[in-house]
Protein backbone atom coordinates (compact mmCIF):
# COMPACT_ATOMS: atom_id res chain seq x y z
CA UNK A 1 0.00 0.00 0.00
CA UNK A 2 0.69 3.74 -0.02
CA UNK A 3 3.05 4.82 2.85
CA UNK A 4 5.72 7.80 3.58
CA UNK A 5 8.62 6.99 5.87
CA UNK A 6 10.96 9.96 7.16
CA UNK A 7 13.92 10.14 9.09
CA UNK A 8 13.58 9.79 12.77
CA UNK A 9 13.98 12.89 15.16
CA UNK A 10 14.84 14.45 17.37
CA UNK A 11 17.36 16.26 14.71
CA UNK A 12 19.20 19.15 16.82
CA UNK A 13 20.54 21.79 15.01
CA UNK A 14 22.57 24.96 15.80
CA UNK A 15 21.02 28.61 14.27
CA UNK A 16 22.15 29.29 10.62
CA UNK A 17 23.14 25.27 9.79
CA UNK A 18 22.04 23.44 6.96
CA UNK A 19 19.21 21.65 7.16
CA UNK A 20 17.79 18.05 5.74
CA UNK A 21 15.02 15.82 6.70
CA UNK A 22 14.38 13.18 4.53
CA UNK A 23 11.10 11.15 3.20
CA UNK A 24 10.96 8.48 0.62
CA UNK A 25 7.52 7.55 0.02
CA UNK A 26 5.27 4.07 -1.59
CA UNK A 27 2.90 4.60 -4.29
CA UNK A 28 1.28 3.30 -6.74
CA UNK A 29 0.99 5.72 -9.57
CA UNK A 30 1.33 9.59 -9.14
CA UNK A 31 0.81 11.00 -5.82
CA UNK A 32 1.38 14.85 -4.93
CA UNK A 33 3.71 15.48 -2.16
CA UNK A 34 3.58 17.67 1.05
CA UNK A 35 5.66 19.30 3.81
CA UNK A 36 3.36 20.21 7.03
CA UNK A 37 5.17 21.82 9.55
CA UNK A 38 3.11 21.78 12.91
CA UNK A 39 3.95 24.22 16.07
CA UNK A 40 3.84 23.00 19.90
CA UNK A 41 0.40 22.71 20.45
CA UNK A 42 -1.43 23.85 17.16
CA UNK A 43 -2.70 22.33 14.05
CA UNK A 44 -0.58 21.43 10.79
CA UNK A 45 -0.06 24.34 8.65
CA UNK A 46 1.03 23.70 4.68
CA UNK A 47 4.86 24.36 4.07
CA UNK A 48 5.20 23.33 0.47
CA UNK A 49 4.70 20.84 -1.79
CA UNK A 50 4.83 19.25 -5.08
CA UNK A 51 2.40 18.24 -7.77
CA UNK A 52 4.39 16.17 -10.21
CA UNK A 53 8.17 14.95 -10.72
CA UNK A 54 10.64 16.75 -11.11
CA UNK A 55 8.43 19.78 -9.61
CA UNK A 56 10.22 21.97 -6.62
CA UNK A 57 8.16 23.00 -3.86
CA UNK A 58 9.41 25.65 -2.26
CA UNK A 59 8.23 28.18 1.06
CA UNK A 60 9.53 30.67 3.58
CA UNK A 61 13.77 29.36 2.42
CA UNK A 62 12.49 25.49 2.67
CA UNK A 63 12.76 23.71 -0.89
CA UNK A 64 11.93 20.09 -1.53
CA UNK A 65 11.68 18.72 -5.16
CA UNK A 66 9.97 15.51 -5.91
CA UNK A 67 12.20 12.71 -7.43
CA UNK A 68 10.72 9.48 -9.05
CA UNK A 69 13.36 8.02 -9.85
CA UNK A 70 14.01 7.47 -5.78
CA UNK A 71 10.57 8.34 -4.64
CA UNK A 72 11.76 10.85 -2.68
CA UNK A 73 11.02 14.38 -0.96
CA UNK A 74 13.46 15.50 1.05
CA UNK A 75 13.16 19.38 3.04
CA UNK A 76 15.87 20.96 2.85
CA UNK A 77 16.83 25.16 4.29
CA UNK A 78 20.01 26.55 3.90
CA UNK A 79 20.48 28.42 7.32
CA UNK A 80 18.04 27.50 10.32
CA UNK A 81 16.62 30.01 12.99
CA UNK A 82 15.42 28.93 16.12
CA UNK A 83 11.50 29.88 15.30
CA UNK A 84 11.73 27.16 12.56
CA UNK A 85 11.64 24.88 15.88
CA UNK A 86 8.25 22.07 14.88
CA UNK A 87 7.66 19.01 13.61
CA UNK A 88 7.67 18.46 10.52
CA UNK A 89 5.59 15.90 8.50
CA UNK A 90 6.09 14.30 5.17
CA UNK A 91 2.83 13.14 3.39
CA UNK A 92 1.68 12.05 -0.17
CA UNK A 93 -2.23 12.52 -1.31
CA UNK A 94 -3.44 8.89 -2.00
CA UNK A 95 -3.30 8.64 -5.77
CA UNK A 96 -5.95 6.26 -6.40
CA UNK A 97 -8.53 8.51 -4.24
CA UNK A 98 -8.71 11.36 -6.95
CA UNK A 99 -8.98 14.86 -6.01
CA UNK A 100 -10.72 14.23 -2.67
CA UNK A 101 -7.87 11.93 -1.42
CA UNK A 102 -6.47 11.08 2.18
CA UNK A 103 -3.67 12.33 2.84
CA UNK A 104 -1.23 9.95 4.36
CA UNK A 105 1.51 11.12 7.01
CA UNK A 106 4.65 10.05 7.49
CA UNK A 107 5.69 9.80 11.17
CA UNK A 108 6.99 13.40 12.00
CA UNK A 109 10.68 14.72 12.33
CA UNK A 110 11.02 17.07 15.19
CA UNK A 111 13.66 19.75 14.78
CA UNK A 112 15.11 21.55 17.38
CA UNK A 113 17.06 24.90 16.67
CA UNK A 114 19.30 25.49 19.66
CA UNK A 115 21.01 29.56 19.47
CA UNK B 1 -8.08 31.23 1.83
CA UNK B 2 -9.94 28.50 3.02
CA UNK B 3 -10.51 28.15 6.56
CA UNK B 4 -11.55 25.42 8.89
CA UNK B 5 -12.48 26.32 12.62
CA UNK B 6 -12.45 23.53 15.04
CA UNK B 7 -14.04 24.29 18.51
CA UNK B 8 -13.45 23.32 21.34
CA UNK B 9 -9.44 23.45 20.82
CA UNK B 10 -8.85 22.08 24.62
CA UNK B 11 -11.98 19.69 26.56
CA UNK B 12 -11.13 18.16 29.57
CA UNK B 13 -14.63 15.57 30.18
CA UNK B 14 -15.15 12.94 32.93
CA UNK B 15 -14.82 9.55 31.60
CA UNK B 16 -17.94 8.23 30.86
CA UNK B 17 -19.40 11.40 29.22
CA UNK B 18 -19.32 12.31 25.19
CA UNK B 19 -17.75 15.28 23.95
CA UNK B 20 -18.51 16.62 20.44
CA UNK B 21 -16.02 18.04 18.29
CA UNK B 22 -17.02 20.88 15.38
CA UNK B 23 -15.42 21.44 12.32
CA UNK B 24 -16.89 24.43 10.44
CA UNK B 25 -15.54 25.57 6.66
CA UNK B 26 -15.74 29.06 6.91
CA UNK B 27 -15.31 30.21 3.07
CA UNK B 28 -15.80 26.96 1.42
CA UNK B 29 -18.01 24.15 0.85
CA UNK B 30 -16.71 20.86 2.69
CA UNK B 31 -18.29 18.23 0.78
CA UNK B 32 -15.37 16.26 2.24
CA UNK B 33 -13.66 15.75 5.81
CA UNK B 34 -10.97 13.91 7.30
CA UNK B 35 -10.81 12.90 11.01
CA UNK B 36 -7.60 12.51 12.08
CA UNK B 37 -6.32 11.21 15.53
CA UNK B 38 -2.52 12.50 16.83
CA UNK B 39 -0.92 10.37 20.04
CA UNK B 40 2.13 12.48 21.70
CA UNK B 41 5.44 12.67 19.57
CA UNK B 42 3.46 10.31 16.84
CA UNK B 43 1.98 10.51 13.40
CA UNK B 44 -1.35 11.49 12.18
CA UNK B 45 -3.35 8.60 11.95
CA UNK B 46 -6.51 9.15 9.75
CA UNK B 47 -9.90 7.84 11.74
CA UNK B 48 -12.41 8.35 9.25
CA UNK B 49 -13.66 10.03 6.22
CA UNK B 50 -17.32 11.99 6.14
CA UNK B 51 -19.00 12.91 3.22
CA UNK B 52 -21.71 15.58 3.31
CA UNK B 53 -25.21 13.51 3.26
CA UNK B 54 -24.09 9.86 3.56
CA UNK B 55 -22.32 7.54 5.58
CA UNK B 56 -19.25 8.04 7.34
CA UNK B 57 -16.15 5.81 5.82
CA UNK B 58 -14.07 4.23 9.14
CA UNK B 59 -10.63 2.80 8.78
CA UNK B 60 -9.58 -0.37 10.13
CA UNK B 61 -9.55 -0.83 13.92
CA UNK B 62 -11.49 2.57 14.25
CA UNK B 63 -15.02 1.33 16.50
CA UNK B 64 -17.90 3.51 14.60
CA UNK B 65 -20.24 3.30 17.65
CA UNK B 66 -17.40 4.95 20.03
CA UNK B 67 -16.47 7.96 17.29
CA UNK B 68 -19.41 9.35 15.82
CA UNK B 69 -19.11 11.06 12.61
CA UNK B 70 -21.90 13.51 11.29
CA UNK B 71 -21.56 15.46 8.22
CA UNK B 72 -25.03 16.78 7.45
CA UNK B 73 -24.07 20.27 5.77
CA UNK B 74 -21.37 21.66 3.52
CA UNK B 75 -20.31 23.58 6.14
CA UNK B 76 -20.15 21.38 9.52
CA UNK B 77 -18.98 18.15 10.32
CA UNK B 78 -18.62 16.85 14.09
CA UNK B 79 -16.94 14.22 15.80
CA UNK B 80 -18.37 12.82 18.85
CA UNK B 81 -16.53 11.05 21.11
CA UNK B 82 -18.95 8.49 23.20
CA UNK B 83 -18.22 7.29 27.07
CA UNK B 84 -14.88 8.35 26.70
CA UNK B 85 -12.04 7.24 28.29
CA UNK B 86 -8.52 8.21 29.65
CA UNK B 87 -7.22 5.81 26.68
CA UNK B 88 -9.56 8.22 24.50
CA UNK B 89 -6.87 10.81 25.66
CA UNK B 90 -5.15 12.31 22.52
CA UNK B 91 -5.43 15.49 19.78
CA UNK B 92 -8.07 15.28 16.93
CA UNK B 93 -7.58 17.31 13.89
CA UNK B 94 -10.12 17.42 10.85
CA UNK B 95 -8.86 18.13 7.53
CA UNK B 96 -11.11 19.36 4.61
CA UNK B 97 -9.59 18.77 0.90
CA UNK B 98 -9.71 21.59 -1.10
CA UNK B 99 -11.07 21.58 -4.95
CA UNK B 100 -10.90 23.84 -7.40
CA UNK B 101 -11.85 23.84 -11.29
CA UNK B 102 -8.38 22.64 -12.31
CA UNK B 103 -8.57 20.01 -9.20
CA UNK B 104 -7.52 19.04 -6.21
CA UNK B 105 -4.97 22.20 -5.02
CA UNK B 106 -4.29 20.94 -1.63
CA UNK B 107 -5.79 20.67 1.95
CA UNK B 108 -6.65 23.08 4.81
CA UNK B 109 -6.43 21.98 8.62
CA UNK B 110 -7.86 23.13 11.73
CA UNK B 111 -6.39 23.87 14.71
CA UNK B 112 -7.12 20.96 16.53
CA UNK B 113 -8.93 19.30 19.81
CA UNK B 114 -6.67 18.28 22.82
CA UNK B 115 -9.03 16.18 24.61
CA UNK B 116 -8.06 15.15 28.60
CA UNK B 117 -10.47 12.43 30.03
CA UNK B 118 -10.13 11.86 33.34
Known amino acids: GNSVTQMEGPVTLSEEAFLTINCTYT??????LFWYVQYPGEGLQLLLK?????DKGSNKGFEATYRKETTSFHLEKGSVQVSDSAVYFC??????????????FGQGTTLQVKP | GAVVSQHPSRVICKSGTSVKIECRSLDFQATTMFWYRQFPKQSLMLMATSNEGSKATYEQGVEKDKFLINHASLTLSTLTVTSAHPEDSSFYICSAPLVGQGGSYGYTFGSGTRLTVV
Open chain 1, 91 to 104: ALSDPTAGNTGKLI
Open chain 1, 27 to 32: ATGYPS
Open chain 1, 50 to 54: ATKAD
